[in-house]
């Protein structure tokens, strides 16, 4: 059944947004996708401040229309009660995409996982959305960098728990990382932890959907989204740390 909005440009309609964004980071699935276009395309403005979700996700959906473009299929959302404003939704030529992927190889080392959006990272945005499209897919040889948003239940989940959970898995080629709760309103926080792949070895959807999400760790975990990943070269051995 396809997720349905109303008035999105009213309080209430946001409010909506705001509430359902809450544990997710986009209208559907694991990756941005034709559905968060068409919520994005009905929203008349930026939603203010006070609303911590919805804000959060139409300045991702923006930065990726701006940059690279969408390309996810979605499972289908219905907005009811308002018109899209079509000239906000504008994706920018193929051309431009594939020059943006050149210059993000080469600032890959100088990306800050954990500090502030910079203009950088919005440039890295493309491989954002392309290495979560194909990170099921194993590939000829190399590492790739994740950055996970891991959401517990409710703001009464103990997330020293939770991350004990999460780091309790063990895979051939799978390396966690720094690790740092982030507030995500309504007293929630979320554990974002960075984990290095051996992209031959591990998939990150078999990862969330078979290990992080299922019994026993799901009894902490409510859902996974991918904030961050990139390809390339590390350094440091293989395995759960």
Known sequence: MAVAF???????????????????????GYQASKDDITVYSYLAKPPSAGYVNASRWYKHIDALLRISGVSGEGTGVTVEGSAPITEAVATPPVADSKASAAADDDDD??????????????KAAEERAAAVKASGKKKESGKSSVLMDVKPWDDETDMKKLEEAVRSVHMEGLNF????LVPVGY?????????????????????????LTVEPISEYVQSCDIELCYSGSFDGNDGNQ
């Open 6 to 28: 109303h008035n999105l440009n009213s309080e209430s309609g946001l409010k909506k947004l705001d509430e359902y964004l809450l544990t997710r980071s986009y209208i559907t």
């Open 187 to 211: 007293g929630i926080k979320k554990l974002q932890i960075m984990l290095t792949i051996v992209d031959d070895l591990v998939s990150v959807d078999d990862l969330i959907e078979n290990y």
């Open 177 to 180: 990382g720094a690790a740092k």
């Open 109 to 122: 080392d100088d990306v800050d996982l954990f500090g502030e959006e910079t203009e950088e990272e919005k």
